[in-house]
């Protein structure tokens, strides 16, 4: 059975920084695109950052870049998403998910086979 469980949310001031994990089980993990998306209250699920199987390519929203960066060790099969300068309008849920065995990193929700429960991302200002 795939399980994907994200762990280090929480409360955190505007300008600060939180490192979510995303621990996987149940497949081969390290064949897998993974990527992280988000939902505030009263929108859509949005794309974060992926990062292909091998690590080496990485993806981002134009909200993320340059603030948060994904990486993913294999030998633990966790998927991390370090967050930094984090302002309010990054207040949402977020979700881990895995997109498959592919050449390349999945933006699109309906690529993504497998997601966690979700986590919650609070910054106050």
């Known amino acids: 059975q795939v399980q994907l469980v994200e762990s280090g949310g929480g409360l955190v001031q505007a300008g600060g920084s939180l490192r979510l994990s995303c621990a996987a089980s149940?497949?081969?993990?390290?064949?897998?695109?993974m990527g992280w998306f988000r939902q505030a209250p009263g929108k859509e699920r949005e794309f974060v950052g992926g990062?292909?199987?091998?690590?080496?390519?990485?993806g981002y929203a134009d909200s993320a870049k340059g603030r948060f960066t994904i990486s993913r060790d294999n030998a633990k099969n966790t998927v991390y998403l370090q967050m930094n300068s984090l302002k309010p309008e990054d207040t949402a849920v977020y979700y881990c998910?895995?997109?498959?065995?592919?050449?390349?990193?999945?933006?699109?929700?309906?690529?993504?086979?497998?997601w966690g429960q979700g986590i919650q991302v609070t910054v106050t200002s």
């Open positions: 990062i292909s199987w091998s690590g080496d390519h990485t």
């Open positions: 149940g497949w081969i993990f390290s064949n897998y695109v």
């Open positions: 998910a895995a997109a498959g065995p592919r050449s390349s990193i999945a933006t699109a929700r309906w690529e993504y086979a497998y």
